[in-house]
């Protein structure tokens, strides 16, 4: 029996439909997007199933064509379906309310990403929307310009203190008070967490995980107001905001 | 999970908008005084209308400012329905609505809807810069410059039609009302989704009894999507143990089931056709699926479901 993996936020429907696929003769495997190893461990996939749209923070998601691309760039060789109740007719997708006749028939038709633009949308939040407020270069939803603003602060005030030598009450008072650094990182933290829950189903939701155990460490630093100059320098919170920035610009590239 | 603030959401399920014949007041928070506003709080009328309003505060989240917006919006609930926009960089997030909502006397304003939105860094169709017809424009101001990649000069957008007498367009007031009203189109694919979802046992047997599909959804397991069904159909008598079995359901899942006032904002922000179309997928739902309708067909009713979602304009969530 041939084996398909498969990703759903919905556990009945894949077991209601497993006898269907069985009939046909391939197995569902269930595959989780957090696997111990970070990121989805795709090697061993040929075919890759979604049961779209995501089900995540109450909401409805649609993450197909990030998923589209996610495949395209790390595993294009791995057919990718999916699956869901919308009716439309691309070769790529299963109609649940009318499935083919054949399934090996439909798989033997179906595209490899390259082949195609996009996954039929599955009606749910876009989420490359999200995704491109979240990477906005200004602007009161994106998250990128406001971790710059806190970046750039933190950045001249290390220097400040490793190369220069300032007082800290100086870079306290002219770099952190003057420009308000403390409501800028609450904007930033809040802006986050906003964001995340509806980032669970992306397939590099693991990064996001990261940079949010990252963002933790060094929140300690700022709940103080910025005021424990051993904070600064003993939580590098310059350098780990430098990964944050690099981790989330990866992404950005990619995929906003 | 706090009864008021689940309360609060049924309610607003429940006692519909009828945004056609109650009065509307909008409360904003949001940095008014660096527009200029001198006071903490000022209310603008809407050109035609005396009775719906704009109610400007300007309050960082604080215990004080909590009980000060409280007594606000107990105040203009009173007067007719109130949609309350907190603005995040005000330091308010959803822990706050809740605690606000908690302490609320919901069941006190039956006649009103009340509702509570955080925007400023998710919702962003109140802003000018988003929407031309949106109400907040830059500085704590009711106006902005858009740009416009077809012309070489900035539009400027005032949403406020006279100054000295603080009187707002309607147009601008209406639309962002809309807005945030029309959360249906959301809650109508949501049920679809689950619906079929719930169903899926029966979506790809090769025979259904007549019949079948509906003796499993009469099962207690499945009575959540039995007692949606109901509401979207029109059948789920106010007061009734079933109402309040689905609005445990609501405190419990945190999201919003409800229906009954469905069909009045249908007919009134969609038109009448929409409003047929949705008559038409109720009877097939109350003939058909709740029903030993031999000729019954999930299909069928997935058309239905999506030509209603079609005929609704916008996307499903924002």
């Known amino acids: ?256 | 999970m706090s009864t008021a603030s689940s309360k609060a959401a049924v309610s607003d399920n429940l006692k519909g908008e009828n945004a056609s014949r109650q009065n509307r007041i909008m409360i904003v928070v949001w940095s008014w005084q660096y527009g200029g506003m001198k006071e903490y709080k000022d209310e603008w009328a809407i050109e035609g209308n005396s009775g719906d309003k704009l109610v400007r505060l300007d309050l960082k989240m604080s215990p004080e400012a909590k009980d000060l917006l409280q007594q606000t919006i107990q105040s203009y609930a009173q007067q007719g329905d109130v949609f309350v926009f907190l603005h995040r960089r005000h330091g308010y997030n959803q822990k706050n609505i809740k605690a606000i909502l908690e302490q609320l006397n919901v069941d006190a304003y039956a006649e009103s809807t009340i509702r509570c939105f955080l925007f400023g860094e998710g919702n962003d169709k109140i802003y000018i810069v988003n929407q031309s017809k949106g109400l907040l424009g830059t500085r704590g101001s009711f106006s902005a410059k858009l740009e416009d990649d077809t012309r070489d000069q900035a539009i400027y957008i005032n949403a406020i039609a006279n100054e000295e007498e603080k009187l707002l367009k309607r147009k601008h007031f209406d639309f962002v009302w809309n807005q945030y009203s029309h959360n249906f189109k959301a809650k109508i694919f949501e049920l679809k989704e689950d619906l079929f979802h719930s169903l899926s046992p029966f979506l790809f047997l090769k025979e259904i009894q007549a019949g079948a599909a509906y003796n499993y959804i009469k099962l207690n397991e499945n009575q959540l999507l039995m007692l949606r069904l109901l509401s979207f159909i029109g059948k789920l008598r106010k007061g009734s143990n079933l109402e309040t079995k689905l609005r445990e359901f609501e405190q419990q899942d945190r999201r919003s089931y409800f229906f009954d006032d469905c069909h009045i904002n249908l007919k009134i922000t969609y038109g009448e056709q929409l409003a047929h179309v949705y008559n038409e997928l109720c009877a097939y739902i109350s003939k058909g699926l709740l029903a030993y309708e031999p000729d019954f067909s999930f299909q069928i009713l997935r058309d239905q479901f999506d030509e209603m979602l079609q005929a609704m304009a916008g996307s499903t969530y924002d």
């Open chain 1, 1 to 256: 029996m041939k084996q398909i993996s498969y990703i759903a936020t919905n556990q009945l429907l894949p077991q209601a439909i497993s006898t269907w696929f069985e009939a046909q003769n391939y197995s569902l495997k269930p595959l989780s997007i957090h696997s111990e190893k970070g990121h989805p461990q795709l090697s061993n996939t040929n075919i890759l199933l979604l049961f779209v749209p995501f089900f995540h923070n109450n909401v409805y998601i649609s993450i197909e064509n990030v998923w589209k691309k996610y495949v395209a760039l790390h595993y294009p060789n791995i057919l990718l379906l999916t699956a869901g109740y919308i009716k439309h007719t691309h070769a790529n997708y299963l109609d649940l309310l009318q499935l083919p006749e054949s399934l090996e028939y439909f798989i033997k038709h179906a595209k490899s990403v390259s082949e195609f633009d996009s996954m039929p949308f599955s009606g749910g939040l876009i989420i490359e929307n999200k995704l491109q407020k979240f990477y906005e270069g200004h602007g009161d939803e994106s998250l990128t310009d406001e971790l710059g603003k806190v970046y750039r602060m933190v950045t001249i005030a290390t220097d400040e203190v490793k190369i220069h030598h300032s007082p800290y009450i100086e870079v306290l008072e002219n770099i952190f008070q003057a420009n308000h650094i403390v409501d800028k990182w609450s904007v930033l933290i809040n802006r986050w967490h906003n964001y995340l829950p509806f980032f669970k189903g992306l397939p590099f939701f693991e990064t996001f995980k990261e940079v949010d155990a990252i963002l933790k460490q060094i929140a300690p630093f700022f709940e103080q107001e910025c005021k424990i100059e051993s904070h600064l320098i003993g939580f590098n919170v310059k350098e780990k905001l430098h990964i944050v920035k690099q981790k989330l610009e990866i992404i950005g590239r990619q995929y906003a």
